[in-house]
Each structure stands twice: as structure tokens, then as C-alpha cells.
């Protein structure tokens, strides 16, 4: 593959707005929404028989009836203290790049790049930087952190990474989001190669 397609992460605390910047940038730019977390959702839907969807938004936040854990809390403990602790530090993203190879290789033509919602860790960081891409951190003023977690930590701001304050409302953001894609792809950057 050359590389042509845009790769970007987005990182920040709970409740920045990732999931919106990401939802922004992959219409506007006809990227792929693939998540480090994917996996985790799916496995953590068929455990406990529930539709993904509850997993995201303000539903991930409140105790499951019989369980007293959120799904946040399931989440996180899935991803560390499992997959990362068991399996190594690159687990979530060797499956992340083994399913965008597979998707390129299935939407060869139509296959513009990804963009990532939940970089949590310098792993992840490190991956998307390492394959071309660029990381934005999204910076909410005033927002509460949720849970104190090591998948909470924060990521390192590195000299290509963006940094964009999510302080206004959603035509700002949009507008912000833009700006600094268009920057990256102008400058050369955020172009990669997954294979």
C-alpha cells in the first residue's frame, strides 16, 4: 500500500468529546471509525447480553442491575488488567491493525483511513505515530474526571501531535476539527501505512 490514507488518534480524558470529534472528522473526511476498543465492547456485549450501543455515552457510566459495576469500570478492567496485563502492552493494537488491513483489503477502493476515538495509552500513541499518523488531544476546560484509572493517565504531547480545545459548541468543534485535518493533510501529515 502507499501511503495515502489518513490515520489519526484522538485522545483525551472521559467526557472530552472523542467520540464526537471522531464522528466529525470521519464524515467529513470519509474515514473509517475504528476503535482500540472495539473488541472489548463486542466481547463485553455478548458476555452480558446487551446491545454495544449501551456501552457508549452517558449509559457506560451507571451500575448494571445485579452486577454493581458500570460498563465503563468492565470496560477498563477488560482492557488492562486482561488484555493488556496478559497479553502485552500491544495487544489492543496489533487487533487494531490486523482489522484495518483486513478492511482495506476488502474496501480497497473506497478505504480513505481511519480515524481512532479512544488513544489511551503511549502504545496506542506510539502506533498511530509510528504508521504516519498524527494524535490530537482534545482539551474540555472544566470537565470532571470520571475514574481514576490507569487507562485515564493521559498520553504525552509530542511535537506533530494537535492540540484542540473542545470549549464551544458542536459547530466549533466541527470547525476546529477541520481546520487542523486539513493543516495535516496539506503538510503531509497523518498520511500511512498499515500494511
Known amino acids: 500500500m502507499t501511503p495515502t490514507k489518513l490515520l489519526i488518534g484522538l485522545t483525551g480524558p472521559a ?5 464526537t470529534a471522531q464522528k466529525i472528522i470521519a464524515e467529513r473526511f470519509g474515514l473509517a471509525r475504528i476503535n482500540f476498543a472495539d473488541p472489548i465492547k463486542d466481547a463485553l456485549g455478548a458476555m452480558l447480553d446487551i446491545d454495544v450501543h449501551a456501552l457508549d455515552g ?3 457510566e451507571a451500575p ?19 488484555g493488556r496485563d496478559l497479553y502485552g502492552t500491544n495487544f489492543w493494537v496489533k ?20 480515524v481512532f476515538s479512544d488513544v489511551r495509552f503511549p502504545q496506542e500513541a506510539d502506533w498511530i505515530r509510528q504508521h504516519g ?3 490530537i488531544h482534545l482539551h474540555r ?6 475514574r481514576a484509572h490507569l487507562s ?44
Open 58 to 60: 452517558e449509559a457506560k
Open 152 to 195: 485515564e493517565a493521559g498520553i504525552a504531547l509530542h511535537k506533530r501531535d494537535q492540540l484542540i480545545t473542545n470549549g464551544g459548541d458542536l459547530d466549533e468543534l466541527n470547525a476546529r476539527l477541520t481546520i487542523a485535518v486539513e493543516q495535516m493533510i496539506d503538510a503531509g501529515g497523518a498520511t500511512a501505512c498499515f500494511a
Open 64 to 82: 448494571l442491575p445485579g452486577i454493581e459495576f458500570s460498563p465503563r469500570e468492565l470496560m477498563q478492567t477488560l482492557d488492562t488488567e486482561w
Open 95 to 114: 487487533l487494531a491493525e490486523r482489522r484495518l488491513a483486513m478492511l482495506e483489503d476488502v474496501e480497497t477502493e473506497r478505504f480513505q483511513g481511519a
Open 15 to 19: 467526557r472530552c468529546g472523542k467520540s
Open 141 to 146: 476546560p472544566g470537565n470532571a474526571q470520571v
Open 133 to 135: 499518523g498524527t494524535v
